[in-house]
Structure formats: C-alpha cells, structure tokens
C-alpha cells in the first residue's frame, strides 16, 4: 500500500517569511496530492491539491509543486502569518483508493 | 451543505462499555472514511466504506472495532468494550468517489476513563 512521509515534524518561521514542507510517496500509481490544515480541536480542512498531470499550483500565498519522477512534493507558504500556525498535513490517493497521509508538521509562525 | 456531521463532539466512556460514533456524509456523497488521530499524531486509516458495503478496513483492529454504513442512515464506527488505549479523536471523511477530495468532519473526541 502508499506509504507517505512527511518533513519536517515542526516548523518554527518569523511572519513574512515563507514555509517550505515536503513529503515523499511510495506508490508511482498515486495520482492526487491534497494538503490539509487543521487547527487546534478541529477537523482537517483542504488548503491546495495537485493532480499527476500538472507540476505546480498556486493559490494566494499558497502552491504545491510536484515531482513524479522523484516521487516527492511540496508544500509552500510565502509571507507567512500567524494565522498559518496550525498542524499541515500531505496525503497521496490512487484514483478510488482510500487516502494516505503524512504524520503532519506542525506549524509556528511567530509574530 | 451542511458538510459532513459527527455526533457527538465529545464522549467519555468507562472502561468495559460501547461507543457508538455517528457520521452523516455530506449531500450527493457515498464513500465514508473513518481516521483516528491519537495527540500530537497524524492521521491513521481505519476503514472505508461504501452504502452497505465495507470496501477496506485494513487500518481497523480485527476484536472490538466494527463499522458499518446502512441504507439508510449514518455510518456507525463501534468499539465495544473500550480501554483507555482507545482514547482519541476519530474523524469521518466523505467524498463522492468520482471528485478526489475529502471533507472532514469535526471529529469525535472519545476519552475512556
């Protein structure tokens, strides 16, 4: 089955500095990539996906970059605030497949 | 939309008894996931489940642990018999199994005592 690993487990940034988190998969059929971030008592809640075909998408202050070859992709968070501290967490999913997910990193951007 | 709705928020159970967590999945969805999420972890895989069919439950304990999703009605995640290693929070996930994504619920918070 999908394994998927996460780094780093905490992330400690200065607001307005950007964020960087990575995870690497196991399963070449996976085909979508979702992030979450899930704040304290909460549920998950889905920030950004990415779909095999595509390489890179962006949304405000948000993108994700994938490498098939390499079977790794990336979380990025530009100008960061601290409304972004929370716990983020990858996924990787091969068509109706249940959803795997990385062991989270948790956020902290100080003010 | 109401999204997908856990109940309850919170339980608290004695050693030795039953809970029952409750999932209704969003509108228009037929695929459910349950995770559990123990503090400061990630989130595991228990089962998924289609209406009345149980398609993987892999992540799940093989004694105490059942699940079920009904014609009609929630989908149920049961654990008999509880003890305290099964404090956590458990969250339900649906989709409608030709989109992708997943919607979360705001999970059920079982502490036993």
């Known amino acids: 089955g999908e394994n998927v690993e996460q780094h780093p487990s905490t992330l400690s940034v200065q607001e307005g500095d950007s964020a960087v988190i990575k995870c690497t998969y196991s399963?070449?059929?996976?085909?979508?990539f979702p992030w979450y971030k899930q704040e304290l008592g909460k549920g998950p809640q889905l920030i950004i996906d990415?779909?095999?075909?595509?390489g890179e998408k962006k949304d405000q202050r948000i993108a994700v970059t994938l490498n098939k070859t390499a079977k790794h992709f990336s979380l990025h968070i530009t100008e960061t605030q601290p409304e972004d501290s929370a716990v983020y967490f990858c996924?990787?999913?091969?068509?109706?497949?249940?959803?795997?997910f990385g062991a989270g990193t948790r956020l902290t951007v100080k003010p | 939309n109401a999204g997908v709705m856990q109940n309850p928020r919170h339980l608290v159970r004695r050693r030795g008894q039953e809970a029952r967590l409750r999932c209704s999945p969003m509108?228009?969805?037929?695929?459910v996931y349950w995770y559990r999420q123990l503090p400061e972890e990630g989130l595991k895989f228990m089962v998924y489940?289609?209406?009345?069919?149980?398609?993987?439950e892999s992540g799940m304990p093989k004694e105490r642990f059942s699940a079920e999703f009904p014609k009609e009605g929630p989908s149920i995640l049961r654990i008999q018999q509880v003890v305290r290693g099964d404090s956590a929070a458990y969250f339900c996930?649906?989709?409608?199994?030709?989109?992708?994504?997943?919607?979360f619920g705001s999970g059920t918070r079982l502490t036993v005592v």
């Open positions: 996930a649906s989709s409608s199994g030709q989109i992708y994504g997943y919607t």
């Open positions: 990415i779909r095999s075909n595509v």
């Open positions: 489940l289609q209406k009345e069919n149980i398609i993987d």
């Open positions: 996924a990787a999913r091969e068509g109706n497949n249940d959803m795997r």
């Open positions: 399963d070449s059929a996976s085909n979508y």
């Open positions: 509108k228009g969805h037929s695929h």
